[in-house]
């Protein structure tokens, strides 16, 4: 049963809030100012909980079930962080009051920096970015002013691994630097003869995502930081990944030079439907001055300590305004501390044994390209099968809807084909784990003995399969439009 | 599965195709083109005027979920362009040779379309691909 | 581990089923000297610990909430209905992902349809996308569109400086690698300044209304500088706070090409600066050039209405190095807030809250004009307004927290230097007749020297 | 004053000015434009003599550099240097440095402007105060002389032994022999070419310096002045003290923070002032920039901008290997991006001008 627009639900006169009424004297505003009239929906407030109370039940979310949405690490997110983020003393302060005002919020966000830069082996850390995407042009952005400071403006190409996240080119052309596709070799690592043949003094860095999209572990690692740093370049790593490094080993020890963090992936803070965020960023020393500011510095005075703001001296400027998504910090931290050093290797440890656990036991019936190896937290299979010619990646997702799960990333990456990439993450049971497997065993025998099923599917969703070619050739993208 | 082939016009190994007429030359993209880009749903097309280079990208093709650039087989000048594209992009998937065609433009190097594939050729290159 | 469920034994049945003996087996693609280093952090803290420790850090902060607050300068501390944070709070909403499966996130996607028809409505423009990270990136994403539009063949970007200056920040930080031509706001200029530095190798006039010293650009100017910018086949973006526009004249109708502005007003908490939501609104024509997720109307098989994201042959994952910009997602949350929020107050309500500011801010202005060694610029403002004080702003903010546990305003100097002394007042609806009392009677105190 | 081999220059012919109270050859028969030329294809040999040599030895050296420069000292390795900066209290520049780690952490050594010398000694001497450091003038006792260029390795290899130049990277230091005579040896310059600052001793340089000018003959080596050093630094984008930096500038306004900051790790003078300069937006910034239609910016021109004056020239130049006329100079910082567009009021003309990025050139013969 579809939800009406709220415009539609929409009678004149009613409200859904009460203003006070105004308690100084007025003073008029001038008619050349006012606008005419303003079209916004006009409900009482139950009606208006209601509209929205209805849409959410055509939702699935994390805490509905199963989330494998490769790349997007979808665990559970603790409540507790939400109780942190929505205390008056977080949620009340404004962003310009002065720092002697908020030293609990600086001492906060100071802390964070400390523990994101020990968790990935970083000298600096700017929470400033608000998601991974913003994260990677602050990275690039800072490799760009790093060699333009150091008298090497002609750096300006970036490789980048054919398996890479497209957001990787799409930043770098943002940041005025060219794009290098790197292929991978047969067993999903950088091709370190490719790599090779590319590197001279006009490589400005290779982003790197490792684990890659593929859900494995560089097994060159080491080489191919060497060889970029051995031809003046550097390294930027896309910690969209990190869920599998908690605790495992630090990026910034091996030879990574700057890299995001997607506290909304690995520190559990809620998706929120798209957003918000944050893409906190690590840098080595080398690059730690170039970090969009202010960061908060401790400093020192008479033996008790105060926070203050710091620009980095060559700040590339700022990413946003004001601090960063200070609400999705708070929670982040608050998940940091609950778990503490065991806590976060044990996150990594049981992500990459859930992984595991799936692609051994689906295997069998859905073709793993690199099933061969160990995965990370993630591994990619194949929604084909040679006995259902007509069945596609898409069929198998849209089924897995009925089945009570939501199906894993489709079509990415795109170096595999037919893909659907599974990342289970640490915080779903073996029971959870071993339905998931019978759906997915499920549909592989439907796919055969009865297509249409897959076809058709999803049944039981709130709506069918949506027309997207209609979408985008009637475009109408507010409501009333005819 | 079968492409149609339109036999009186010359094609690209990007899968475009000409139809010579006189000084003039008319352009599209390909059966094989347009079934592998799936539903257009907007054509981006050059203003009347712009030059055209052979080999080079001279338009975008949207579908859903791809956006295809178009690369001019021959050089020229833009003289006229399938306006109907505007309202009907699903044209060039429909009608690929016909209704769906894309540009019409004078050719500055009227030689360069012998370079180009005929039918028979092009069925063979579309096996190799 | 409470957040994690796997038992030793269920640990044995998975390790036997992959057919490693450990799960630090599964780890041997990780260099051996780097594998499982120590991490210097606190010890887990059990939840009652953790909130006792984050409590006490909250405590350390003066709350907005619990002492008068006459600062804004682009956040601003405004009533949010109980309803907003209810349905935020709903996790189908908060812990679903970007809508990439429509079938089952028709949830998310109605309610940014919503949202996208709300903001185009409130701005006077004809589509709005999901939102961008907040209102200094959405500024800067309106240059990049401008830029595509002009084919990247235009290479000057005219900015006001009455534009929020950490927004105008943003704009130089995202373009620094294009070696484009940013200029306008090295003075304070006229509109018909701006025009005349507009040229026909100009992308786009970037000013906002009303503007970072709380001045409102009348309709009749802005549609003239409309008139000159689009004369030279450029772009008008222009940067306002939504809340004013409860009563003001859009943008849209005076002819702004884009309207972007910081969302938080609409019932976004000020939170120390974010989560905020960037609202992104713009003219139908370029909606090829836009940047950021949009909700699309269309059916399903069944011809039942349904809502996905559309014209996504923009964006990174498909044109990859061409896209119109590298995001991925949206602030969406904060968009259904903000849909909440307007849908709260409505038409009359959201007109009422900005009346209120209008009022209040005046009030306060008049009494502060009686106080000597205090002047107010004269100007046509909305809520907020320069004042001049009779010592630097950051002493006398000092003495106001101090002596009279106040939050006082912005000091312009920080990014003015030429505007010694001023301190940029803000009252919204949430300054009572007795705060601003309180306030101006401190001020006159603070001012002695 | 003279350096040791001011005889030599007067002998040949060398045009002779004052420089910071130094008669230095400024160019040579062979003009400024060659001597620049030669140095980007070949090799050029600087007497640089007038450079100050200050030793800091003894067991608080770390500590006193620590308190008294810019840098990290403890990041520079033995046998290695490092760029620096003395700064004032208020984070303008005293002198732009360059820190020498020999071999040993008690015995370090600062080479610094030749007009700061004074200053520099007088004012380290003043801070030296409870450290157990002894600051020695080594001006009398040694020449410094700088052989720069892409030949320059294959002209002093033959010269030094079995050191095997090939094995040093850039800011390297080594004691060793050049033609018999014990030297201390540098891979670092102020050309933007590769090439080495040469310590040898005050007694018997002329011979040496002959004998470089030798060994180099066949490899169209030729001794070069004052002015082709300036126009080669100037390329790079070098900073030279009195024209981009001096007490009243600071190193973020002119971009070297990188260079010769570190913030972390020392509490050193200026710092404090440093961080309050990066906090509140610079009053100026230093940019590099191209004349569109030509003209020769110099130091102290006005640069405007829609009428308004926007900053000031530090240096220009006609630039022989990229055939622009080139400048620096400070402006607002709302102006300092590549790509902005200036004017330099030229003797009342304004002459169209855009921001670039700097340096102006990069040696290819780096790698």
């Given at each position: 049963?579809?939800?009406?627009?709220?415009?539609?639900?929409?009678?004149?006169?009613?409200?859904?809030?009460?203003?006070?009424?105004?308690?100084?004297?007025?003073?008029?505003?001038?008619?050349?100012?006012?606008?005419?009239?303003?079209?916004?929906?006009?409900l009482?407030?139950?009606?208006?909980?209601?509209?929205?109370?209805?849409?959410?039940?055509?939702?699935?979310?994390?805490?509905?079930?199963?989330?494998?949405?490769?790349?997007?690490?979808?665990?559970?997110?603790?409540?507790?962080?939400?109780?942190?983020?929505?205390?008056?003393?977080?949620?009340?302060?404004?962003?310009?009051?002065?720092?002697?005002?908020?030293?609990?919020?600086?001492?906060?966000?100071?802390?964070?920096?400390?523990?994101?830069?020990?968790?990935?082996?970083?000298?600096?850390?700017?929470?400033?970015?608000?998601?991974?995407?913003?994260?990677?042009?602050?990275?690039?952005?800072?490799?760009?002013?790093?060699?333009?400071?150091?008298?090497?403006?002609?750096?300006?190409?970036?490789?980048?691994?054919?398996?890479?996240?497209?957001?990787?080119?799409?930043?770098?052309?943002?940041?005025g630097?060219?794009?290098?596709?790197?292929?991978?070799?047969?067993?999903?690592?950088?091709?370190?003869?490719?790599?090779?043949?590319?590197?001279?003094?006009?490589?400005?860095?290779?982003?790197?995502?490792?684990?890659?999209?593929?859900?494995?572990?560089?097994?060159?690692?080491?080489?191919v930081?060497?060889?970029?740093?051995?031809?003046?370049?550097?390294?930027?790593?896309?910690g969209?990944?990190?869920?599998?490094?908690?605790?495992v080993?630090?990026?910034?020890?091996?030879?990574i030079?700057?890299?995001?963090?997607?506290?909304?992936?690995?520190?559990s803070?809620?998706?929120?439907?798209?957003?918000?965020g944050?893409?906190?960023?690590?840098?080595?020393?080398?690059?730690?001055?170039?970090?969009?500011?202010?960061?908060?510095?401790?400093v020192?005075?008479?033996?008790?300590?105060?926070?203050?703001?710091?620009?980095?001296?060559?700040?590339?400027?700022?990413?946003?305004?004001?601090?960063?998504?200070?609400?999705?910090?708070?929670?982040?931290?608050?998940?940091?501390?609950?778990?503490?050093?065991?806590g976060?290797r044990?996150v990594?440890?049981?992500?990459?044994?859930?992984?595991?656990?799936?692609?051994?036991?689906?295997?069998?019936?859905?073709?793993?390209?690199?099933?061969?190896?160990?995965?990370?937290?993630?591994?990619?299979?194949?929604?084909?099968?040679?006995?259902?010619?007509?069945?596609?990646?898409?069929?198998?997702?849209?089924?897995?809807?009925?089945?009570?799960?939501?199906?894993?990333?489709?079509?990415?990456?795109?170096?595999?084909?037919?893909?659907?990439?599974?990342?289970?993450?640490?915080?779903?049971?073996?029971?959870?784990?071993?339905?998931?497997?019978?759906?997915?065993?499920?549909?592989?025998?439907?796919?055969?003995?009865?297509?249409?099923?897959?076809?058709?599917?999803?049944?039981?969703?709130?709506?069918?399969?949506?027309?997207?070619?209609?979408?985008?050739?009637?475009?109408?993208?507010?409501?009333?439009?005819? | 599965?079968?492409?149609?082939?339109?036999?009186?016009?010359?094609?690209?190994?990007?899968?475009?195709?000409?139809?010579?007429?006189?000084?003039?030359?008319?352009?599209?993209?390909?059966?094989?083109?347009?079934?592998?880009?799936?539903?257009?749903?907007?054509?981006?097309?050059?203003?009347?005027?712009?030059?055209?280079?052979?080999?080079?990208?001279?338009?975008?093709?949207?579908?859903?979920?791809?956006?295809?650039?178009?690369?001019?087989?021959?050089?020229?000048?833009?003289?006229?362009?399938?306006?109907?594209?505007?309202?009907?992009?699903?044209?060039?998937?429909?009608?690929?040779?016909?209704?769906?065609w894309?540009?019409?433009?004078?050719?500055?190097?009227?030689?360069?379309?012998?370079?180009?594939?005929?039918?028979?050729?092009?069925?063979?290159?579309?096996?190799?691909? | 581990?409470?957040?994690?469920?796997?038992?030793?034994?269920?640990?044995?049945?998975?390790?036997?089923?992959?057919?490693?003996?450990?799960?630090?087996?599964?780890?041997?693609?990780?260099?051996?000297?780097?594998?499982?280093?120590?991490?210097?952090?606190?010890?887990?803290?059990?939840?009652?610990?953790?909130?006792?420790?984050?409590?006490?850090?909250?405590?350390?902060?003066?709350?907005?909430?619990?002492?008068?607050?006459?600062?804004?300068?682009?956040?601003?501390?405004?009533?949010?209905?109980?309803?907003?944070?209810?349905?935020?709070?709903?996790?189908?909403?908060?812990?679903?992902?970007?809508?990439?499966?429509?079938?089952?996130?028709?949830?998310?996607?109605?309610?940014?349809?919503?949202?996208?028809?709300?903001i185009?409505?409130?701005?006077?423009?004809?589509?709005?996308?999901?939102?961008?990270?907040?209102?200094?990136?959405?500024?800067?994403?309106?240059?990049?569109?401008?830029?595509?539009?002009?084919?990247?063949?235009?290479?000057?970007?005219?900015?006001?400086?009455?534009?929020?200056?950490?927004?105008?920040?943003?704009?130089?930080?995202?373009?620094?690698?294009?070696?484009?031509?940013?200029?306008?706001?090295?003075?304070?200029?006229?509109?018909?300044?701006?025009?005349?530095?507009?040229?026909?190798?100009?992308?786009?006039?970037?000013?906002?209304?009303?503007?970072?010293?709380?001045?409102?650009?009348?309709?009749?100017?802005?549609?003239?500088?409309?008139?000159?910018?689009?004369?030279?086949?450029?772009?008008?973006?222009?940067?306002?706070?939504?809340?004013?526009?409860?009563?003001?004249?859009?943008?849209?109708?005076?002819?702004?090409?884009?309207?972007?502005?910081?969302?938080?007003?609409?019932?976004?908490?000020?939170?120390?600066?974010?989560?905020?939501?960037g609202?992104?609104?713009?003219?139908?024509?370029?909606?090829?050039?836009?940047?950021?997720?949009?909700?699309?109307?269309?059916?399903?098989?069944?011809?039942?209405?349904?809502?996905?994201?559309?014209?996504?042959?923009?964006?990174?994952?498909?044109?990859?190095?061409?896209?119109?910009?590298?995001?991925?997602?949206?602030?969406?949350?904060?968009?259904?807030?903000?849909?909440?929020?307007?849908?709260?107050?409505?038409?009359?309500?959201?007109?009422?809250?900005?009346?209120?500011?209008?009022?209040?801010?005046?009030?306060?202005?008049?009494?502060?004009?009686?106080?000597?060694?205090?002047?107010?610029?004269?100007?046509?403002?909305f809520?907020?307004?320069?004042?001049?004080?009779?010592?630097?702003?950051?002493?006398?903010?000092?003495?106001?927290?101090?002596?009279?546990?106040?939050?006082?305003?912005?000091?312009?100097?920080?990014?003015?230097?030429?505007?010694?002394?001023t301190?940029?007042?803000?009252?919204?609806?949430?300054?009572?007749?007795?705060?601003?009392?309180?306030?101006?009677?401190?001020?006159?105190?603070?001012?002695?020297? | 004053?003279e350096?040791?081999?001011?005889?030599?220059?007067?002998?040949?012919?060398?045009?002779?000015?004052?420089?910071?109270?130094?008669?230095m050859p400024?160019?040579?028969?062979?003009?400024?434009?060659?001597?620049?030329?030669?140095?980007?294809?070949?090799?050029?040999?600087f007497?640089?003599?007038?450079?100050?040599?200050?030793?800091?030895?003894?067991?608080?050296?770390?500590?006193?550099?620590?308190?008294?420069?810019?840098?990290?000292?403890?990041?520079?390795?033995?046998?290695?240097?490092?760029?620096?900066?003395?700064?004032?209290?208020?984070?303008?520049?005293?002198?732009?440095?360059?820190?020498?780690?020999?071999?040993?952490?008690?015995?370090?050594?600062?080479?610094?402007?030749a007009?700061?010398?004074?200053?520099?000694?007088?004012?380290?001497?003043?801070?030296?105060?409870?450290?157990?450091?002894t600051?020695?003038?080594?001006?009398?006792?040694?020449?410094?002389?700088?052989?720069?260029?892409?030949?320059?390795?294959?002209?002093?290899?033959?010269?030094?032994?079995?050191?095997?130049?090939s094995?040093?990277?850039?800011?390297?230091?080594?004691?060793?022999?050049?033609?018999g005579?014990?030297?201390?040896?540098?891979?670092?310059?102020?050309?933007?070419?590769?090439?080495?600052?040469i310590?040898?001793?005050?007694?018997?340089?002329?011979?040496?310096?002959?004998?470089?000018?030798?060994?180099?003959?066949?490899?169209?080596?030729?001794?070069?002045?004052?002015?082709?050093?300036?126009?080669?630094?100037?390329?790079?984008?070098?900073?030279?003290?009195?024209?981009?930096?001096?007490?009243?500038?600071?190193?973020?306004?002119?971009?070297?923070?990188?260079?010769?900051?570190?913030?972390?790790?020392?509490?050193f003078?200026?710092?404090?002032?440093?961080?309050?300069?990066?906090?509140s937006?610079?009053?100026?910034?230093?940019v590099?920039?191209?004349?569109?239609?030509g003209?020769?910016?110099?130091?102290?021109?006005?640069?405007?901008?829609?009428?308004?004056?926007?900053?000031?020239?530090?240096?220009?130049?006609?630039?022989?290997?990229?055939?622009?006329?080139?400048?620096?100079?400070?402006?607002?910082p709302?102006?300092?991006?590549?790509?902005?567009?200036?004017?330099?009021?030229?003797?009342?003309?304004?002459?169209?001008?855009?921001?670039?990025?700097?340096?102006?050139?990069?040696?290819?013969?780096?790698?």
């Amino acid at each position: 049963m579809p939800e009406p627009l709220i415009f539609e639900k929409s009678r004149p006169g009613r409200e859904g809030a009460t203003v006070p009424a105004c308690d100084v004297p007025e003073t008029a505003i001038p008619p050349a100012l006012c606008r005419s009239r303003l079209d916004l929906p006009e409900l009482a407030e139950g009606d208006i909980v209601r509209h929205y109370v209805r849409l959410s039940h055509m939702n699935y979310s994390v805490d509905t079930g199963l989330y494998p949405l490769g790349s997007c690490t979808m665990k559970y997110n603790p409540k507790v962080n939400e109780v942190a983020a929505r205390m008056a003393g977080f949620s009340q302060l404004h962003p310009l009051q002065d720092p002697a005002t908020v030293q609990g919020a600086l001492e906060l966000l100071h802390r964070l920096q400390g523990m994101i830069g020990e968790i990935g082996g970083f000298e600096a850390v700017s929470l400033q970015p608000s998601a991974g995407a913003h994260g990677e042009l602050t990275g690039i952005l800072v490799m760009r002013a790093y060699h333009l400071s150091r008298g090497e403006p002609q750096r300006t190409r970036i490789l980048v691994p054919d398996s890479a996240h497209g957001t990787n080119p799409a930043t770098t052309s943002m940041a005025g630097l060219e794009v290098i596709e790197i292929p991978s070799d047969s067993r999903g690592n950088v091709d370190l003869i490719e790599l090779r043949a590319h590197l001279d003094d006009r490589v400005a860095g290779l982003m790197l995502t490792n684990p890659n999209t593929l859900g494995l572990f560089d097994e060159h690692l080491l080489e191919v930081t060497r060889l970029v740093h051995d031809a003046g370049g550097l390294v930027y790593g896309d910690g969209a990944n990190f869920n599998a490094l908690l605790g495992v080993a630090k990026p910034g020890q091996m030879g990574i030079d700057i890299m995001h963090f997607n506290l909304h992936k690995t520190f559990s803070t809620p998706h929120g439907g798209g957003g918000p965020g944050s893409g906190a960023v690590g840098a080595s020393a080398e690059l730690a001055e170039f970090l969009p500011g202010p960061v908060v510095a401790r400093v020192e005075e008479a033996g008790n300590a105060r926070y203050e703001w710091r620009v980095p001296l060559q700040s590339i400027g700022r990413m946003k305004s004001f601090h960063g998504n200070f609400g999705v910090l708070v929670r982040a931290y608050t998940y940091i501390r609950m778990l503490g050093p065991e806590g976060l290797r044990a996150v990594a440890e049981n992500a990459v044994l859930n992984a595991n656990y799936l692609q051994a036991r689906l295997k069998d019936v859905y073709p793993i390209p690199h099933g061969d190896r160990t995965c990370m937290h993630e591994f990619v299979a194949q929604g084909s099968f040679s006995a259902a010619p007509g069945i596609r990646a898409l069929d198998v997702s849209k089924r897995l809807i009925d089945l009570g799960f939501h199906p894993p990333t489709n079509y990415f990456p795109l170096i595999v084909h037919e893909a659907l990439m599974i990342e289970p993450t640490e915080t779903e049971s073996i029971e959870t784990l071993d339905s998931f497997v019978q759906a997915m065993r499920t549909i592989a025998r439907e796919a055969v003995e009865s297509p249409e099923l897959l076809r058709d599917a999803p049944h039981s969703s709130p709506v069918k399969r949506l027309d997207e070619v209609k979408a985008a050739k009637e475009l109408k993208v507010t409501a009333g439009e005819t | 599965m079968e492409y149609r082939v339109d036999e009186k016009v010359r094609y690209a190994k990007t899968h475009e195709w000409v139809r010579i007429e006189g000084a003039e030359a008319v352009i599209g993209i390909s059966d094989h083109a347009q079934d592998k880009l799936s539903d257009v749903v907007f054509v981006e097309l050059p203003a009347v005027g712009a030059t055209l280079v052979a080999g080079n990208s001279c338009m975008v093709i949207e579908s859903v979920k791809a956006a295809e650039e178009v690369f001019a087989p021959v050089t020229g000048i833009v003289t006229g362009r399938n306006e109907k594209l505007d309202k009907n992009p699903e044209l060039v998937n429909k009608d690929p040779f016909g209704e769906g065609w894309l540009l019409r433009v004078k050719l500055s190097k009227p030689a360069e379309a012998e370079g180009l594939m005929d039918p028979g050729a092009y069925r063979k290159f579309m096996e190799t691909v | 581990m409470s957040f994690i469920p796997n038992t030793p034994e269920d640990r044995a049945r998975m390790l036997a089923a992959i057919g490693v003996p450990s799960v630090a087996d599964l780890f041997t693609d990780v260099p051996a000297e780097h594998r499982f280093p120590s991490l210097d952090l606190p010890a887990p803290a059990a939840e009652q610990d953790a909130l006792r420790e984050l409590d006490a850090l909250a405590a350390r902060n003066t709350e907005c909430a619990h002492a008068p607050c006459f600062l804004g300068a682009g956040a601003y501390h405004h009533f949010i209905p109980s309803v907003v944070d209810f349905v935020l709070s709903r996790s189908e909403f908060s812990t679903a992902y970007t809508p990439y499966q429509p079938e089952i996130s028709q949830g998310t996607l109605q309610a940014i349809f919503e949202y996208q028809s709300m903001i185009a409505r409130l701005t006077g423009m004809e589509v709005s996308n999901a939102s961008h990270y907040d209102g200094a990136t959405a500024a800067a994403e309106a240059v990049v569109m401008a830029l595509n539009v002009a084919q990247r063949q235009r290479r000057r970007v005219v900015l006001s400086a009455g534009v929020h200056p950490q927004y105008r920040a943003v704009v130089r930080t995202y373009l620094q690698g294009m070696g484009l031509d940013l200029c306008g706001d090295e003075t304070d200029r006229s509109l018909e300044d701006l025009g005349g530095l507009c040229d026909d190798s100009t992308a786009c006039v970037v000013v906002q209304s009303p503007d970072f010293f709380g001045r409102i650009v009348p309709p009749d100017s802005l549609a003239r500088l409309a008139q000159s910018v689009h004369a030279c086949g450029a772009l008008l973006v222009v940067a306002a706070n939504p809340v004013p526009l409860g009563v003001l004249v859009p943008p849209g109708e005076a002819g702004a090409d884009v309207v972007v502005g910081e969302g938080q007003g609409l019932g976004i908490a000020p939170s120390f600066g974010g989560p905020y939501l960037g609202y992104f609104a713009f003219r139908r024509e370029n909606v090829r050039k836009s940047s950021g997720r949009i909700a699309g109307e269309t059916v399903d098989r069944a011809g039942t209405r349904g809502y996905v994201f559309t014209l996504s042959t923009r964006e990174q994952h498909i044109r990859r190095e061409k896209a119109t910009s590298n995001i991925c997602t949206n602030q969406s949350l904060l968009a259904l807030g903000a849909a909440v929020y307007m849908t709260c107050l409505g038409p009359r309500g959201l007109r009422r809250v900005a009346e209120l500011c209008w009022h209040k801010a005046h009030y306060a202005a008049a009494r502060i004009a009686s106080i000597p060694g205090y002047a107010v610029e004269e100007c046509e403002f909305f809520h907020e307004f320069a004042m001049k004080c009779p010592v630097p702003v950051d002493v006398a903010n000092k003495r106001l927290h101090e002596r009279f546990g106040i939050i006082g305003g912005y000091n312009l100097a920080a990014d003015y230097p030429d505007r010694k002394n001023t301190m940029l007042v803000c009252c919204t609806e949430m300054n009572s007749r007795a705060e601003i009392d309180f306030f101006t009677d401190a001020l006159k105190e603070v001012g002695r020297a | 004053m003279e350096t040791k081999l001011h005889g030599w220059h007067v002998a040949n012919a060398a045009r002779m000015v004052d420089f910071g109270g130094w008669d230095m050859p400024v160019q040579y028969a062979t003009g400024p434009r060659e001597e620049h030329v030669r140095v980007r294809e070949a090799a050029g040999l600087f007497d640089i003599d007038h450079m100050g040599r200050l030793s800091i030895t003894g067991p608080g050296a770390v500590d006193f550099l620590q308190r008294v420069q810019t840098w990290d000292v403890t990041r520079i390795a033995p046998g290695r240097a490092h760029y620096s900066m003395l700064l004032n209290e208020s984070g303008g520049v005293m002198d732009d440095i360059f820190v020498y780690h020999r071999n040993d952490p008690r015995a370090w050594l600062l080479v610094v402007n030749a007009s700061n010398t004074r200053k520099d000694t007088a004012w380290l001497k003043e801070n030296a105060a409870g450290y157990e450091v002894t600051i020695r003038d080594l001006g009398a006792d040694t020449c410094l002389v700088a052989l720069q260029g892409p030949e320059a390795k294959a002209i002093l290899q033959p010269l030094v032994g079995d050191t095997d130049l090939s094995t040093l990277g850039f800011h390297h230091v080594v004691e060793c022999s050049v033609s018999g005579s014990p030297s201390t040896l540098c891979t670092s310059g102020y050309t933007g070419e590769p090439g080495y600052e040469i310590l040898l001793p005050a007694k018997g340089c002329e011979t040496l310096w002959n004998g470089l000018l030798k060994a180099g003959e066949s490899r169209r080596l030729i001794p070069c002045g004052l002015g082709a050093r300036d126009s080669l630094r100037a390329e790079a984008c070098l900073p030279l003290y009195g024209n981009e930096i001096d007490e009243e500038t600071d190193p973020v306004s002119a971009g070297l923070a990188r260079a010769a900051v570190r913030l972390e790790g020392h509490d050193f003078i200026g710092r404090k002032a440093l961080a309050a300069i990066a906090l509140s937006h610079a009053r100026r910034l230093l940019v590099g920039f191209e004349m569109r239609d030509g003209g020769v910016p110099r130091h102290g021109y006005t640069i405007v901008r829609d009428g308004r004056t926007v900053g000031k020239v530090t240096t220009g130049l006609f630039s022989p290997t990229t055939g622009k006329y080139l400048g620096m100079g400070y402006v607002e910082p709302l102006l300092a991006a590549p790509g902005n567009e200036i004017e330099i009021v030229i003797r009342d003309a304004r002459k169209p001008a855009r921001i670039v990025e700097r340096p102006f050139y990069t040696s290819p013969h780096w790698r």
